[in-house]
């Protein structure tokens, strides 16, 4: 199933494919949260400080697919909205098999990091071992979760957000169950987490596959593959797909300075900022949903030509970012300790709720500044300015970064929290000046124009 955002509505057109696309993250952070509560519960603070630690290293990795298929699935939506369906299919089979290979090339770099970075990151013994464990685990099942994002990228790119939510909401029922499975029964600890994770992906990696191939005509590859595997459409997806793993990457590398400051303020500001972080992460998952989302909308704008109907989208998704954030830092701001409480007990982690909540009190208060970040990153990304992008979320992780350092000897880990509304008000007025400029109008893949004459000459 496929859908054509250039036609119709742009306010109900992004609402249809946001919300299976949200559904689907929440459900993807709910089962990130799952872990971390299960292990916070039923092994301890020093398991959920393992987990914790581990996310970013984990991110570093991932990030790099995350990063290409966000690029590669703007190239896609601009073939799919020009009409050019021949293209459309050289550019999902060139992708799968290039992203089949560096999953491969990944997962064995990253067990080999796994040690040296936790070691760099003053990693306490406490949870050193537990740390490793989950990593080694999670990389070692590194294609299952590349196969997933690749698949689902595709389908988002053609318009259909809902199959990438079965699937997850799949996966995520099976990842609950077997962390309780393992963990709570088996008592497998924290590598019990990390087998559960693996399993959930490859179901849902699997699933995906054979839907898309079952039920997208134009993605069926039978018989000869010769000529699908373009050198050419491979660069140019590189080409947009680089710039935004590199992004990705870099901001993963700069929260694993982040935390490796937090891990210099010992296990329990660690279990507090890994389980505040989980909150934050799923509170903020609607705003980067409309990211994504804005971003196929302009892809597939652009490449019809259409260019007004996105700044109509963007208009739209400002309206969203800010009636959604009002509510949002009113729920944080009421249940922040109730939230944090989730994850330890509550009676023997008193100080690791206390400062959980803290985290919250300040992040919630400025939701709307990383809300109106995200959807001028949805444009600037869909339009294919990427090096604009880049230097965004350069400033955004280098602003962060640098204020956390600087105002720790200062506040202590006060500055952990206070980082990040400084670091997306940076980014939030550089990416906010570029689309007002306009400037990204003329970075689109798919020339208009030349499609056009091409269809009159046939």
Partial sequence: MTNDMSVGKPGKVLMAFTLPMLLGNLFQQLYNMVDSIVVGNYVGADALA?????????????????????????????????GQTEQVRKAVYTSFVFMLVVAIVLSIVGVAITYPLLWLLQTPESVLYDCANYLIIIFAGLVFT????????????????????????????????????????????????????IIAQAVSAFACFFYTMKRVPMLRFH????????????????????????????????MLLIQGLVNSFGSTVMAAYTSGNKIDNFATIPMMTMNMAL?????????????????????????????????????IALCGSFLIGLFVD?????????????????????????????????????????????????????????????????????????????????????????????????????????????SVDL
Wanted: hydrophobic residues 50%; glycine residues 10%.
């Fill in 50 to 82: 393992a987990v914790g630690t581990a996310f970013p290293i984990m991110m570093l990795v991932l990030c790099v697919v995350i990063g290409l298929t966000n690029g590669f699935s703007v190239v896609i939506s601009q073939y799919f909205g020009a």
């Fill in 295 to 331: 971003s196929t909308y302009t892809a597939q704008n652009m490449g019809a030509g259409k260019p007004e109907r996105v700044r109509e989208g963007y208009r739209f998704s400002i309206k969203f970012t800010i009636v959604f954030c009002l509510a949002l830092t009113g729920i």
């Fill in 146 to 197: 590349f196969l997933y994002n690749i698949f689902a990228a595709i389908l988002r790119a053609l318009g259909d957000s809902k199959t990438p939510l079965y699937m997850l909401v799949l996966s995520t029922v099976v990842n609950i169950a077997l962390d309780i499975l393992f963990v709570a029964s088996f008592g497998w600890g924290v590598p019990g987490v990390a087998i559960a994770t």
């Fill in 346 to 454: 509550s009676v023997a982690n008193a100080e690791v709720i206390r400062i959980g909540t803290e985290f919250l009190d300040v992040a919630c208060l400025f939701y709307f500044v990383f809300g109106l970040m995200q959807n001028s990153f949805g444009v600037l990304r869909g339009a294919g300015d990427m090096k604009f992008f880049m230097v965004c979320t350069f400033m955004n992780l280098g602003s962060r970064v640098a204020s956390a350092y600087l105002l720790a000897p200062l506040i202590g880990y006060h500055a952990i929290w206070w980082s990040m509304p400084i670091s997306w008000g940076v980014a939030a007025i550089l990416s906010t000046a570029r689309y007002l400029s306009g400037k990204w109008k003329d970075k689109a893949v798919v020339n208009q124009a030349a499609v056009e004459a091409a």
């Fill in 223 to 254: 018989g000869s593959k010769k000529g699908l595997y373009d050198k050419a459409i491979l660069k140019t997806m590189i080409g947009y797909g680089l710039p935004s793993a590199l992004q990705q990457s870099i901001v993963s590398i700069g």
